[in-house]
């Protein structure tokens, strides 16, 4: 056997023990990102990823807790704030943004409880007018209210 046969035949057989080491991490991510999505708040969870990124935030409205929702965006942070209200600021806060996508990364239940839950979503939009990309967690909390999901909390993370 050549010396470079050795070390290919070498090369090889390290390979197995690394592929051991890590193919159980890559099928417990997409594990875990299932079981990161509850099958109850992940539609609404994409209904809202959706309409934050085409900037509807006048469609939100059906998504929101009636009684007003607390909003953590750009300014000062705004609690009980009708869903009317909320719906203006975050239509407002938008229209700093272009080219905006959203994707939903978890939609859970709250450990202990059947009705509060959470939403987290990947955000990311250039600045409208320059170049710039921003990148986010958007934090939504959830509440089931009369039979249905609502969101009580809007809070954008850097």
């Known amino acids: 056997m050549t010396r470079r046969s050795r070390s290919s035949a070498r090369g090889r057989w390290l390979l197995v023990p690394v592929l051991m080491l890590v193919l159980p991490f890559l099928s417990t ?6 079981e990161a999505m509850d099958p109850e708040l992940a539609p609404i969870a994409q209904e809202f ?8 935030a006048e469609s ?12 953590h965006l750009d300014g000062p942070a705004r609690s009980a704030t009708p869903p009317r209200q909320a719906m203006a ?7 700093g943004f272009e080219e905006r996508t959203a994707q939903v990364t978890r939609a ?11 939403v987290e979503l ?3 939009a250039r600045r409208t007018g320059t170049s710039q ?3 986010y967690t958007l934090f939504l909390s959830m509440a089931r209210l009369d039979g249905h999901w609502r969101v009580e909390e809007i809070r954008l993370l850097p």
């Open 29 to 34: 991510g997409a594990q875990a990102q299932e």
């Open 49 to 56: 990823a959706r309409l934050w990124a085409a900037g509807q």
């Open 60 to 71: 939100l409205g059906p998504l929101l807790a009636r009684d007003g929702i607390r909003l």
């Open 89 to 95: 600021a975050v239509r407002d806060f938008l229209r």
């Open 108 to 118: 859970a239940v709250a450990g202990g409880t059947e009705d509060r839950g959470f």
């Open 122 to 124: 990947a955000w990311s």
């Open 133 to 135: 990309w921003v990148e």
